[in-house]
Nanobody, 123 residues
Framework: QVQLVESGGGFVQAGGSLRLSCAAS????????MGWFRQAPGKERDFVAV????????YYATSVRPRFTISRDITKNTVYLQMSNMKPEDTAVYYC????????????????WGQGTQVTVSS
């Protein structure tokens, strides 16, 4: 089992920056690829970015590249999503998730999920 807890969401003006964190726990959490997804009201949950287990490889949705950067700190068992030059369309609940394979873009390929953190970007 892997437990995931997101933090760092909040309000930001367009053009601003925000960093999300996802703390992972569980004996095998460091063996999972870690992804970020987001879900706006009335829409499906969309892939944002994913980093492999070692942290050496990343993959991004076209809509966020190169504004967002995903990284992970193995020593802290934490994954980050640095968001820059943010736009109102980035407003959503952001979810952290863990997958046994990499790279995976579909929600169905992720076995564990966090509770989500709200990000609101004002224009």
């Amino acid at each position: 089992q892997v437990q995931l807890v997101e933090s760092g969401g909040g309000f930001v003006q367009a053009g601003g920056s925000l960093r999300l964190s996802c703390a992972a726990s569980g004996s095998t959490s460091n063996t999972y690829a870690m992804g970020w997804f987001r879900q706006a009201p009335g829409k499906e949950r969309d892939f944002v970015a994913v980093v492999n287990a070692s942290g050496e490889s990343q993959y991004y949705a076209t809509s966020v590249r190169p504004r967002f950067t995903i990284s992970r700190d193995i020593t802290k068992n934490t994954v980050y999503l640095q968001m820059s030059n943010m736009k109102p369309e980035d407003t959503a609940v952001y979810y952290c998730a863990a997958s046994r394979s990499y790279p995976e873009l579909s929600t169905t390929s992720y076995q564990f999920w966090g509770q989500g953190t709200q990000v609101t970007v004002s224009s």
